[in-house]
């Protein structure tokens, strides 16, 4: 993402807040809170899916089971990240879930690729997402699920589970910055599962959740990162499998990885002595431009951190433009 961009909230439909998001951060934190994203989401089947996705993402997927998921990136013949994807191996299908937006787009670009292969590619629309998590969401999910989303569930991973009269996919999700589950349900069964979520925990907005990503250090797609960033200038290092074999652009990657390492990093920006950021602020080291603010905790009153993708040769005070200054902390999701 170019220096000079910014946005003031990640792409998405939700709702800024619902009232009060100090107490929803604290429901993220400590107790419960539920959100409906808008990803788009893609159905992959045929009997070279996984074999044929495998070489166009940089998570594993060929060896995957069903009820096992990844998490990675679609990334370009230059080793770049042209979106970021967590697959769900389902047993007849791949569930792609994908930022919004980017599903045609995506879905042509895997689809150019498809010679001989048995693979299709179809839209998941009539499937709609809530996230739950929190400490207190996965104990209640564990016990209204009858065990089936119990928190010993790996990252990523898969089960079918009911809530209620509702059932679903239901997907461990990680990168939130706290433990949550990812409910896919059809569309139709979007009251019952509102109602069942309203029992036990808060909905949340989207204040909350990016002042949770950034403490956290977790970096958003379109927000932190895109297409002009190597998968290694993240601190996503889950998201790149350096075992699984030949893939678009992984060569590029894999001589980054092991060779060169790259010029830019992630890191929290955490502001010093009372002074504040703000979105789109450029940070400076001896004088020189060295990376931007793209995500900032709204939420918190003081010291609200941000996130920033930084040139290496910054150390670890930076300079605002108001004459403030900031520290730098390596991505700690990496």
Request: hydrophobic fraction near 40%; aromatic fraction near 6%.
């Amino acid at each position: 993402m170019p220096m000079s961009e910014a946005k003031s909230l990640p792409e998405t439909t939700l709702l800024p807040h619902h009232g009060d998001p100090v107490a929803e951060l604290s429901a993220l934190r400590t107790g419960a809170g539920h959100w409906s994203p808008s990803p788009d989401r893609l159905s992959m089947t045929g009997a070279d899916r996984q074999r044929f996705l495998h070489g166009l993402v940089t998570c594993e997927v060929k060896e995957l089971l069903p009820g096992q998921g990844s998490y990675g990136f679609v990334s370009s013949a230059k080793g770049r990240i042209l979106a970021d994807i967590v697959v769900s191996c389902r047993a007849d299908d791949l569930l792609l879930e994908l930022p919004a937006g980017l599903g045609a787009t995506l879905r042509e670009h895997l689809e150019k690729y498809i010679i001989a292969d048995r693979v299709e590619t179809a839209s998941a629309e009539e499937l709609a997402p809530w996230i739950v998590a929190g400490p207190v969401a996965m104990a209640e999910l564990a016990e209204r699920s009858g065990g089936a989303l119990c928190e010993t569930v790996a990252p990523w991973a898969g089960v079918e589970a009911t809530l209620g009269e509702s059932e679903f996919w239901a997907v461990r999700r990680d990168h939130l910055g706290a433990p949550g589950w990812t409910l896919w349900a059809e569309s139709s069964a979007a009251a019952a599962i509102e109602e069942a979520l309203a029992a036990f925990s808060q909905p949340v907005g989207a204040l909350a959740l990016e002042a949770l990503r950034v403490e956290h250090g977790q970096p958003a797609f379109g927000v932190d990162f895109g297409p002009d960033n190597f998968p290694k200038e993240t601190g996503l290092d889950d998201a790149v499998s350096y075992t699984k074999g030949c893939y678009l652009g992984q060569e590029v990657i894999a001589r980054i990885h092991y060779r060169g390492g790259v010029n830019r990093r992630l890191c929290r920006v955490v502001p010093q002595d009372g002074a504040n950021l703000e979105l789109g602020m450029d940070l400076s080291w001896d004088g020189r431009a060295v990376g931007t603010v793209t995500s900032l905790d709204r939420v918190s009153e003081e010291n609200a951190a941000g996130l920033a993708i930084v040139h290496k040769k910054a150390k670890e005070i930076v300079e605002l433009p108001d004459g403030g200054t900031a520290r730098l902390e390596e991505n700690r999701s990496a």
